[in-house]
């Protein structure tokens, strides 16, 4: 029995300085040492680690210019449609993302169950950004729209959201609405389209980064 005993002293020791081990990439957070005395004078040690990743790396190498890209396709939105370059821009943004996420890719934890919260956080960034570019384009075809083509009534309450429609608009694009007296063309509307995309998407990437970056560096 005394070599046993030995051994095990020998590791509770130990334990303390395992808890002061210091790493780069991972911490220990818990530690167990279990031990089990048979009747037949043998035994056995059981020694548990818990490791944790060290979230400073990821969120600096891979979440701050992942979100900061995201934004920035936001811009999109804001510049002019006459410039032609809104939808080669927010495609060169996801073009940019696509290859960012790829080249970092060896750095994302390769987990499957479960998935990595890094690995959500990444792929609703990308569908975000995705979809920015389909809006950009739905703006666009409705900012190019002739104006002699009519406004349906819906599509004009929904973009102005004030007021009545005074008028018919059968023979014209520009219908005007009471209190306001504005002539609301296509243009209007793909300007409305952009404010309200542009709301949409900051609002829902800044509640995305918000709460996988909490999630990641409070382990939550």
Request: proline letters at 4%.
């Amino acid at each position: 029995m005394e070599p046993y005993t030995v051994v095990d002293l020998h590791l509770w020791r130990n334990q303390l300085n395992i808890d002061n081990y210091d790493n780069l990439f991972w911490v220990i957070s818990r530690n167990s040492i279990e031990k089990n005395i048979y009747n037949d004078y043998t035994s056995n040690i059981i020694v548990s680690y818990t490791l944790e990743r060290r979230p400073t790396y990821l969120l600096y190498t891979i979440m701050l210019p992942v979100c900061l890209l995201n934004f920035v396709t936001l811009l999109a939105f804001i510049l002019p449609a006459e410039s032609g370059e809104r939808v080669s821009f927010a495609t060169t943004m996801l073009l940019t993302l696509t290859m960012y996420m790829t080249i970092m890719s060896d750095s994302i934890p390769n987990t499957s169950d479960p998935v990595s919260i890094l690995t959500v956080s990444l792929m609703i960034k990308l569908i975000i950004s995705a979809l920015i570019v389909l809006c950009v384009i739905i703006s666009l075809r409705v900012h190019n729209i002739c104006d002699d083509r009519p406004i349906p009534k819906w599509l004009l309450h929904c973009s102005m959201n004030s007021g009545r429609v005074e008028g018919d608009n059968d023979e014209g694009g520009d219908v005007i609405l009471s209190g306001a007296r504005t002539a609301v063309t296509w243009k209007t509307i793909a300007k409305r389209l952009d404010v309200g995309f542009l709301s949409l998407y900051l609002i829902v990437a800044i509640v995305e980064t918000v709460t996988n970056v909490a999630k990641i560096a409070y382990r939550l």
